[in-house]
């Protein structure tokens, strides 16, 4: 796998990278109208790919339900780097000859994923739990000051509500990608498995992409968001839901993701992974529903009253 260093190198065909990425928003834009509008109290939501230095960026315009959420070119050319370094392991592993198409898949189901965790924080009222609670700040990393808007007057405390909104966002996004990737998929592979392979194709991409994060994030200490191995682990058990809702038998979705999350992590990958991961995970997960409810976040939320 990629290094930190080549993974921010510049992508090597930009024509491409730009064609994926208006591929991208044509698709997002459709999706935002037709669900994220439609089932949310939501006015709008802009989205847009720029030529920024960021990652990924999303705000609350103002409190009357105005969003946007842009993706900078750092982060849509990392995530192509990283799909084109892993696509001949994971033809390989899924059976899927066509190293172009595979690529695409990748980056189509990376950005897809990332889209709809931005999307999370709105439909979950984190942006505007974020602007009516936000007090200007900052945390050091390597020495440094960073900016940040604090959630709490102590700095831990302002750091576990963070998190927590963060593994909310993760935790919901493993299911709105699976029902919603038809919008921006264009590999007819994808309608022509069988339920099994696809929660098997959803678990390796999805076990992939924490990885490819958490090369992304060496060495900084991230101050929002656990580290990406306890952001998997956490969406995992989240797909029961979505099996519940469909009358399937959840298990059945969480033994095949956990699956190919080992599958990922042994034979893509190559890493071993230690016990202690889990844990730290099991122990965060226990936690959890506390601090959401030590937010206060409740209110906040945007799904439309009935
Ligand atoms: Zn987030």
Redesign the pocket.
């Known amino acids: 796998m990629l290094n930190k260093e080549q993974l921010l190198s510049p992508p090597s065909n930009i024509m491409r990278l730009e064609r994926l990425e208006s591929h991208l928003v044509e698709c997002a834009r459709l999706y935002i109208d037709e669900i994220i509008e439609n089932s949310f109290d939501v006015n709008s939501v802009v989205f847009k790919c720029s030529l920024n230095s960021n990652f990924?960026f999303?705000k609350a315009d103002d409190p009357n339900g105005n969003y946007s959420i842009e993706f900078g070119r750092a982060l849509t050319s990392t995530i192509f780097n990283f799909s084109k370094s892993i696509s001949d392991k994971f033809s390989d592993e899924i059976g899927w000859n066509n190293k172009d198409d595979v690529t695409e898949f990748l980056f189509n189901y990376i950005s897809w994923f990332i889209l709809n965790?931005?999307l999370?924080?709105i439909t979950w009222g984190?942006l505007n739990f974020i602007r009516d609670h936000g007090e200007s700040g900052y945390y050091e990393i390597n020495k440094k000051k960073v900016p940040i808007k604090h959630l709490a007057k102590d700095i831990e405390k302002s750091k576990e509500f963070w998190q927590a909104?963060?593994s909310e966002?993760?935790s919901n996004t493993i299911s709105t990608t699976l029902v919603s990737f038809r919008y921006i998929n264009t590999a007819s592979q994808w309608g022509n498995w069988t339920l099994d392979k696809t929660l098997n194709v959803h678990g390796i991409v999805n076990s992939l992409m924490f990885y490819f994060l958490d090369v992304l994030m060496e060495g900084t200490d991230d101050f929002?968001?656990p580290k990406p191995y306890v952001r998997q682990y956490l969406s995992l058990p989240s797909i029961d839901s979505l099996a519940e809702k469909m009358n399937h038998p959840k298990e059945f979705y969480t033994d095949a993701l956990i699956k190919a999350n080992f599958d990922t992590v042994l034979r893509i990958l190559e890493l071993k992974l230690p016990i202690s991961f889990m844990i730290e995970s099991i122990s965060w997960m226990n936690r959890l529903d506390k601090i959401i409810h030590e937010t206060g976040i409740s209110s906040y939320r945007r799904r439309k009253k009935i």
């Open positions: 990924a999303s965790h931005e999370a924080h984190h909104l963060e966002a993760d929002r968001h």
